[in-house]
C-alpha cells in the first residue's frame, strides 16, 4: 500500500516539480507540531501563511525564519495579510491585502475604523449572548466574555446598545462608558458573517503580535527578578527555588515562541517546544549565575548541542541575510534527533495509540502539498467530457479510447487524493466540508460507471463528470479550507465515521447524478424531442440512482440515531441535520412511490430528482452554513449563502420554463401532465 502510494505521487509530482525547488526538500521529513498534527516544515510553512493571507501567497521558508527571529516588525511593510471580505475592503478603503502596519493603524492608531471593525464585533457577540439566554430585557448589564470578561454593554429601552465597562487595552481606547455601540437587531445572519471577518482579521493581528523578534516575552523579567535575588545575597539553593517557583520551567518552554514547535519535551512527549526555547536561560546552582538552558528534549544531548548550534548559525545568517545552507543545517540536525523517536507512541487513550509520524508519511504529506490535485482533477474531467462528446459526434475508435484512458487516469488520480487524505489521517476523508465534496463526486463517478456498464449507455458517466467539474470548480473558488486537519472530537469513532457518514455522504453522490439525469431528461423531453427509446433509458436510469441513494441514506441516517445513542444518550431529537436527512428521505419515497402508482411517470419523475437534489443540497450545506445551528456543530461554517440562493432561483427558473414548454405544447392543452 506504501509503494503504491508513493510510485502514484511520484509520477504524479514529475509534472509538478517546478512547484517548489529541489534545494528545499530537506525539509520534507522535519516533524513540526501544527493545530494537532505533526507535518512537515515545508507544509507547516505553506500552512502558516495560507492562514494568514488566506492564499499561498508567501511561502518562502526563509520569510518564515526571518519573522521568527526577527519579528513581525521586520517586514511591517510588506503586503501579504488578507482582509478576507469585500465588505471590510471597502470600509477601510483599502485593498485585498494589508501590510503589518496597516493593520495594526486600523486597529490601534486610526479612531475611525477602529470602531467601524468593533462595534459589529460587539453587536454580534451580544446577540450570540442575547438569543441563547432565558432571562431577557432591557436595562440589563450583559458582560461580552467571549470578546472580554471585561467588556460589559447594557441594552437600553430604545434598544440602542451602550457601553458599560472597558477593558484596560488600546483595542478598546477609543471608546469610553456611555458610548451607543449600535441598535439591537435579531436578524443577524449578515452581521454575523461580517463580524467572523473582523474577528479573524484580529485573530491575526494577534498572532503576528507575538513574533517578538530577538527577545522572548518574559526573560526580561526572569533576569530581573534573578539579579533582585542574588543582590539579597540568598543562598543558590533559595535562589534556585524561587526563580523556579515564580518562573516554572516548563512552562517558560512552552511560551518562549508563537512559531516553529519543532523540539518534543522530555517531560512530556505529547508537547512540543518552540525552537526559541533553545535561546533561554536558566539559574545555575553551581556557578550562581545564568548558563544556556540544558537539554530539555526527549534527544540525547549530543544531538540537543548539534540543534543548538544549527539554530544559532541560522538566527546569525537572518540578521546577516546570509543564509545559504544555514536552513537545511537545522533540519538535518532536527532530522537526526526525530530519527530516535519516529514511529513510537505519544499518547493514549481507550487503548486507542496515537505515534510519531515516520519520515515516510512525512515526505508522502510534503509531496501531496506539491501536487495540484484540484487543478489535475478539473482538467481531467473537462477532457474526458469533451471526448465523450465527440465521440457520440464522430463514433471514432480513437476517441473511444482517448476518453476511456482520460476517464479511467482522472478518476485514479482522484482515487489518489482520497487515499493518500486516508493513509496520513487515519480515518475515512469525511469529517468536514472540504472533504465531502471532495468525496461526494468520486461516489457519483464510480456509481455512473456502474450504471454505464449495466445499461450500455456512456450517459451516466457524462452526468457525473459535469457534477464533478462543477464540485470541484466550487471546491477551488470558495476558498473552503483544503488541508488536512484531526477529526473533530465528536467524529472520533473510526467505525460510526466509516458506517454512518461514509453512508449518508455517499448517498449525495448518487443523488447528484440523479439530479443532473433529471435535467438531461427535462432537456432532451421538452426541446430535443428524443427518441421514446432514449428517454424510456434515461427514466430508468434516474429512478435506480434514486432507489440506490435512498439504499443509502435511509440505513445511513438510522445507524446515525444508533451513534447518537451511543454519544449524546438519546436516538432521535429532531436535530436541524437530523430533520433535513428525514426530509430528504421523504422526498425521494414520495417521488418513487407517486411513479410507482401511476400518479406520475418519468417526466414527474426527472422533476422530483432536480427537487429531491435542492433538498440534498440544504441538507448538506443550508443546514451548516446558512441555519448553523445544532449538535452537529463540528461542520458549521459561514459564508457563500448567496450563491447557494443563486442556485436554488436557477433551478426554479428552470423548471418553471420546461413546464411552461410542456403546457405549451401539451395535447391537452389546458394543463400540464406530469405523465
Not at 526580561?220 to 520551567?249: D, G, H, T, V
Amino acid at each position: 500500500m506504501k509503494n503504491l502510494i508513493y510510485y502514484a505521487l511520484l509520477i504524479t509530482s514529475l509534472l509538478s516539480s517546478w512547484i517548489q525547488p529541489p534545494e528545499l526538500y530537506s525539509l520534507e521529513t522535519v516533524p513540526v507540531l501544527y493545530q494537532g498534527r505533526f507535518i512537515p516544515l515545508d507544509v507547516y510553512s505553506k500552512l502558516w501563511f495560507s492562514d494568514i493571507s488566506g492564499e499561498q501567497y508567501i511561502h518562502d521558508e526563509k520569510f518564515l525564519f526571518q519573522m521568527h527571529f526577527l519579528g513581525s516588525e521586520s517586514i511591517g511593510e510588506e503586503p501579504f495579510i488578507a482582509v478576507g471580505s469585500k465588505k471590510i475592503e471597502q470600509l477601510l478603503s483599502s485593498k485585498a491585502l494589508l501590510s503589518f502596519n496597516q493593520l495594526q493603524n486600523f486597529f490601534y492608531h486610526n479612531k475611525e475604523t477602529n470602531q467601524k471593525l468593533l462595534s459589529p464585533l460587539i453587536l454580534s457577540h451580544f446577540n450570540d449572548i442575547y438569543s441563547s439566554t432565558h432571562t431577557k430585557g432591557r436595562n440589563k448589564v450583559w458582560s461580552l466574555g467571549t470578546i472580554d470578561p471585561k467588556l460589559k454593554v447594557k441594552l437600553a429601552e430604545d434598544n440602542g446598545l451602550y457601553i458599560f465597562s472597558l477593558p484596560e487595552s488600546r483595542l478598546w481606547k477609543y471608546f469610553k462608558k456611555g458610548d451607543k455601540v449600535g441598535n439591537f437587531s435579531q436578524n443577524t445572519n449578515k452581521l454575523k458573517l461580517h463580524a467572523n471577518h473582523i474577528q479573524t482579521l484580529l485573530e491575526k493581528l494577534s498572532r503576528l503580535e507575538k513574533l517578538k523578534g530577538p527577545e522572548i516575552e518574559g526573560e526580561k523579567k526572569y533576569e530581573n527578578r534573578y539579579l533582585q535575588l542574588k543582590q539579597q545575597n540568598l543562598p543558590p539553593k533559595e535562589i534556585k527555588r524561587n526563580l523556579e517557583m515564580e518562573f516554572p520551567l516548563e512552562q517558560r518552554l512552552t511560551l518562549a515562541g508563537a512559531t516553529l514547535h519543532a523540539l518534543p519535551s522530555r517531560y512530556n512527549t505529547n508537547t512540543w517546544i518552540p525552537l526559541k526555547a533553545l535561546k533561554l536561560k536558566t539559574y545555575d546552582q553551581e556557578t550562581n549565575s545564568l548558563l544556556p538552558v540544558r537539554n530539555f528534549t526527549a534527544y540525547d544531548d549530543e544531538t540537543f548541542i548539534k540543534i543548538r548550534k544549527a539554530y544559532s548559525s541560522l538566527e546569525e545568517a537572518v540578521i546577516h541575510k546570509k543564509l545559504t545552507n544555514k536552513i537545511e543545517k537545522l533540519s538535518e540536525s532536527l532530522l537526526l534527533g526525530y530519527n530516535s523517536i519516529e514511529g513510537q507512541p505519544y499518547q493514549e487513550v481507550k487503548d486507542k495509540k496515537l505515534f510519531f509520524p515516520s519520515p515516510f508519511k512525512l515526505s508522502i504529506e510534503s509531496l501531496f502539498y506539491r501536487i495540484p490535485f484540484t487543478n489535475i482533477i478539473i482538467i481531467g474531467y473537462i477532457l474526458s467530457c469533451t471526448t465523450i462528446l465527440m465521440w457520440y459526434r464522430w463514433q471514432s475508435a480513437t476517441l473511444f479510447y482517448a476518453s476511456t484512458a482520460l476517464s479511467l487516469g482522472t478518476f485514479m488520480i482522484h482515487t489518489l487524493n482520497l487515499m493518500i487524505r486516508c493513509y496520513l489521517l487515519n480515518r475515512p476523508p469525511v469529517s468536514n466540508m472540504a472533504e465531502t465534496v471532495l468525496f461526494v463526486p468520486w461516489v457519483g463517478v464510480a456509481t455512473s460507471a456502474i450504471f454505464a456498464y449495466f445499461f450500455r449507455t456512456t450517459i451516466p458517466l457524462l452526468c457525473s463528470y459535469l457534477g464533478a467539474i462543477s464540485l470541484f470548480i466550487v471546491l477551488k473558488y470558495s476558498k473552503i479550507n483544503l488541508s488536512l486537519e484531526n477529526v473533530q472530537a465528536v467524529l472520533d469513532s473510526q467505525f460510526w465515521l466509516t458506517i454512518h457518514v461514509l453512508m449518508v455522504v455517499g448517498s449525495y453522490g448518487v443523488f447528484v447524478i440523479s439530479g443532473i439525469l433529471g435535467h438531461l431528461y427535462l432537456v432532451m423531453d421538452s426541446l430535443l424531442k428524443s427518441s421514446k427509446k432514449q428517454m424510456l433509458q434515461l427514466g430508468k436510469l434516474i429512478l435506480f440512482s434514486m432507489f440506490l441513494g435512498l439504499t443509502l441514506l435511509i440505513p445511513g441516517t438510522i445507524l446515525g440515531g444508533v451513534w447518537a445513542a451511543e454519544s449524546w444518550g438519546r436516538f432521535w431529537d429532531w436535530d436541524p441535520k437530523e430533520s433535513w436527512a428525514f426530509i430528504t428521505s421523504c422526498v425521494y419515497l414520495i417521488c418513487i412511490h407517486s411513479h410507482y402508482f401511476g400518479i406520475f411517470h418519468d417526466f414527474g419523475l426527472a422533476i422530483g430528482s432536480i427537487v429531491g437534489l435542492m433538498v440534498v443540497g440544504f441538507t448538506w450545506y443550508g443546514v451548516n452554513y446558512i441555519l448553523g445551528t445544532g449538535l452537529h456543530s463540528y461542520g458549521f461554517g459561514s459564508g457563500g449563502e448567496e450563491f447557494f440562493y443563486y442556485y436554488l432561483a436557477t433551478e426554479v427558473i428552470f423548471l418553471v420554463f420546461i413546464c411552461f414548454l410542456r403546457y405549451l405544447w401539451s395535447p391537452q392543452g389546458d394543463k400540464i401532465s406530469l405523465k
